[in-house]
């Protein structure tokens, strides 16, 4: 590696154990000058847990940490901030009703001290000058937080961890929440902070972007160091592979590079759908053992049209229909009556009921299924429910388990169990493994692929681009609520092909 | 194999009877031989077995999250129309009259929620008035008596089989149609309810229209006991969410609501009531510790909200 000299941030022997769940053992590392440092791992491999403990919102049981030459103890966020190590974090840490400057500067409202209170104009022209740096001029400090999007709030927190001039920057997973747009402005600070040669720690799920973005990479497992890698060695396969421990693991995607489904016959049938000014004129067709991959940005109006192809929507024109016969779909229930199903982009607030039970998540669309005359049969339910858990291998105590409780890999598998306790042909999934690590993920793939060869119809939309590639048939770009383009299956197929149609 | 989840479980569960068994245990303790008394001992199941019904049907609105004002309203109306606006109404009528009556009003409320996009309270609020000024009004100047076929009903035995029968259709309906079910459900998540192709609309409609239906058998039996109508009529309102409350309903609904808290829960504020009233305990001091004992269920039940849907 090039970095020279000595390293600007230290980290040794950290650990760190919540009750029983050692979540960090032992970990060391050193960060250079000018460097943006990759840290991957599976979910609750402890990488979260560490860089909270680099930046101060966790103490570490053990370990020290050097910074500069001096010993670094941060006693919260704000004391780490102030010392020069500040994190971009993946939830949303903005607060409603307050405006953009004054969630910018929130704990340091002394800096803008006027004669009476906080001096506004001085806040505020401090906040565009910032927001210029990273190139958000459409963010005007003086509105409301809730007026922007969740992109733009993400880069008020950008601002926020920038004003400070951190030498540091943690970006923790900051930017799977993000589109290809919001990503673009987070990559431009990360080069910005190498130039300056201040240096990155960027935690991430998606390894194409780790490979892109970082010079180096920590692989963590179960809260132990496995390797740091460089180079040649930085590819997905070998990332993976460390991850979870295993060389060689098979296929990922699909291994065919030919499209392969039934031409003749098609299942679904779109119809220009018009639904208010976000889904435009949009027609298509699914066909049998076809997975339909949709992509564009977050805000291209894929997501409405999933929900509108599910009949969530009252459209303003424009017909969905079922082939199989000639329904067409107006309502969720009567999607679910012609085994349509739906995997949403956010799983939590729309597909799962948290605090019940795994059993109850599953069996909700079991109702109808081998009544006792006009009573629901219960025991059947259940049995249902242990059948999909045993098979999707869904990791818990029990299916009596709070679907709360579960990661979120086996979340979605909970999800899936739900549509498949109905027999689903048609499945609409938005983002099926967004916020998966990598082991379940493969294992989500690998469903999709049989339940195609089970001859069922897939529509599977998604903002990583890679995936679509690796998994669809047929591909459809999505741009301002339209189709922009559709792509078959091939070899030759790249991410910058679609980035041409998206944006 | 006892699972952490399950122990939980059995614990929230379990939590409702042991305070009505301790609650009879004091009673019978301190209330003695007038706690024991028959004629007590029939006050108490004639009262709770009315309340036990209005909540059975309360229950179903409180599955899915949303506070159910309008049930004594409901119970007023009803009344109001057999016995006043149907002057001389055969005896045989009576029960049909007020079951018709009752779930009509259920099914208003529900169409108003859903389709209106009213609060539900709100509009339990206004039937609540709207009942009482009626009841005002129509009682003032005339009293309006019961057939004597419906009076002579006026016996132990009407009260428990009616509310025997109540209690039994609620836990089929609750527990095994999609009634209770996909109440349930929609009280956990509404959103997911609609997107796992539950017809939110539809059931929501379905348990006002439950409530509405037990308020109306309420009615009956109300006319039974006090042969006619009379200015008071309903006030269920409070009484059932306190003894649902008691009997372990989350006021959020969802998966742990259910029709045992209402059996449960009218049982002891009935039994509560009483022993208050023997102990001498004068009657606006009942309603302060009424309410004492809600707001202390309120907190607690609102610290743990977790559990299941098909028990």
């Known amino acids: 590696m090039e970095n020279s000299g000595k390293p600007r941030l230290i980290v040794e022997h950290m650990s760190k154990n919540f009750g029983i769940v050692k979540a960090v053992q032992d970990v060391s590392l050193e960060l250079y000058a000018g460097e943006v440092r990759g840290l991957i791992g599976e979910n609750g491999s402890g990488k979260s847990t560490l860089s909270a403990m680099i930046c101060g919102s966790l103490k570490p049981d053990e370990g020290t940490m050097t910074f500069d030459g001096k010993a670094f103890r941060p006693k919260s966020i704000i004391d780490a901030r102030n010392k020069g190590i500040a994190i971009l974090l993946q939830e949303r840490g903005t607060i409603d009703g307050m405006s953009v400057a004054e969630n910018m500067f929130i704990g340091m409202e002394d800096d803008f001290k006027g004669r009476f209170g906080v001096n506004r104009d001085k806040m505020h022209k401090k906040a565009k000058e910032i927001l210029h740096q990273i190139g958000a001029d459409h963010i005007h400090p003086a509105d409301l937080v809730n007026a922007y999007k969740f992109e733009d709030r993400k880069l008020v927190e950008v601002g926020r961890a920038l004003y400070t001039d951190p030498e540091i920057l943690i970006v923790d997973e900051t930017t799977s929440a993000l589109s290809l747009q919001g990503r673009e402005y987070i990559y431009n600070i990360i080069r910005d902070f190498k130039k300056k040669n201040k240096s990155v720690v960027f935690i991430g799920h998606d390894l194409d972007e780790i490979m892109h973005v970082c010079d180096r990479a920590t692989v963590l497992k179960d809260g132990k160091y496995v390797a740091t890698i460089s180079g040649e060695e930085m590819n997905p396969a070998k990332m993976r592979g460390l991850m979870i421990g295993r060389e060689n693991l098979g296929h990922y995607y699909r291994t065919d590079f030919q499209p392969d489904y039934n031409e003749k016959e098609v299942v679904l049938r779109a119809e220009h759908l018009n639904y208010k000014s976000v889904i435009r004129d949009v027609s298509l067709e699914l066909h049998k053992q076809e997975i339909l991959g949709v992509c564009g940005l977050s805000d291209s109006g894929m997501h409405d049209l999933a929900k509108a192809l599910f009949g969530a929507y009252k459209l303003d024109s424009g017909t969905v229909t079922i082939m199989n016969g000639q329904k067409a779909i107006t309502s969720t229930t009567q999607a679910v009556r012609e085994k349509i199903a739906y995997l949403p982009k956010d799983r939590d607030s729309e597909s799962l009921f948290m605090h019940t039970s795994i059993k109850d998540n599953i069996s909700v669309t079991c109702f109808d299924q081998k009544k006792i005359g006009p009573l629901i049969n219960k025991r059947h339910m259940k049995r249902v429910a242990g059948q999909q858990a045993e098979s999707l291998n869904i990791r818990c105590s029990s299916i009596n388990q709070l679907a709360a409780e579960l990661s979120g890999g086996n979340k979605q598998k909970v999800v899936v169990g739900k549509w498949m306790a109905n027999q689903a042909d048609i499945l609409i999934m938005d983002c099926p493994t967004r916020g998966i690590d990598v082991g379940v993920k493969a294992a989500i793939y690998d469903l999709i692929c049989q339940m195609k060869a089970a001859g069922k119809s897939i529509i599977m939309l998604s903002e990583e681009m890679a995936e679509v590639i690796g998994m669809a048939d047929r591909l459809l770009v999505i741009k301002d609520g339209a189709v922009q383009g559709e792509f078959l299956r091939d070899k030759t197929l790249t991410e910058h092909m679609l980035v041409e149609k998206i944006i | ?311």
């Open chain 2, 1 to 311: 194999m006892k699972k952490k989840a399950d122990i939980r479980q059995f614990i929230s569960t379990a939590v409702p009877y042991i305070g009505l068994v301790l609650l009879i245990i004091i009673s019978i303790a301190t209330g003695g031989k007038s706690f024991m008394a028959a004629k007590n001992l029939r006050n108490i199941m004639t009262q709770s077995s009315i309340l036990m019904v209005v909540a059975v049907g309360t229950a179903f609105v409180m599955a899915h999250g949303d506070m159910d004002f309008a049930n004594g309203g409901t119970m007023g109306l009803a009344m109001v129309v057999t016995l006043a606006l149907c002057k001389g109404i055969p005896s045989w009528a009576v029960f049909p009259m007020c079951l018709a009556v009752g779930t009509f009003i259920g099914v208003a409320i529900g169409f108003l929620v859903t389709r209106l996009r009213v609060v539900a309270f709100i509009v339990g609020m206004c039937i609540m008035r709207l009942s009482s000024a009626i009841l005002y009004t129509t009682t003032n100047k005339k009293t309006w008596l019961a057939p004597a076929g419906v009076v002579k009903l006026n016996k132990p035995w009407f009260y428990l089989m009616v509310c025997l029968g109540m209690v039994i259709a609620g836990i089929v309906f609750f527990e095994f149609t999609k009634i209770g079910q996909y109440n349930k459900l929609i009280g956990v998540n509404r959103n997911a309810a609609s997107l796992s192709g539950i017809n939110v609309n539809k059931y929501l409609v379905y348990s006002f229209a439950a409530s509405g239906l037990c308020a109306g058998v309420a009615a009956f039996m109300t006319t039974v006991r006090t042969g006619g109508l009379s200015s008071s009529t309903g006030n269920y309102e409070v009484d059932t969410l306190i003894a649902l409350t008691i009997g372990g309903m989350p006021l959020t609904g969802g998966s742990k609501a259910s029709i045992r808290a209402a059996v449960i829960g009218a049982l002891a504020l009935t039994v509560l009531n009483n022993i208050l009233v023997l102990w001498g305990v004068n009657a606006d001091f009942v309603n302060v510790v009424k309410g004492m004992v809600f707001l202390t269920l309120v907190l607690i039940s609102s610290r743990q909200n977790a559990g299941q849907v098909t028990g």
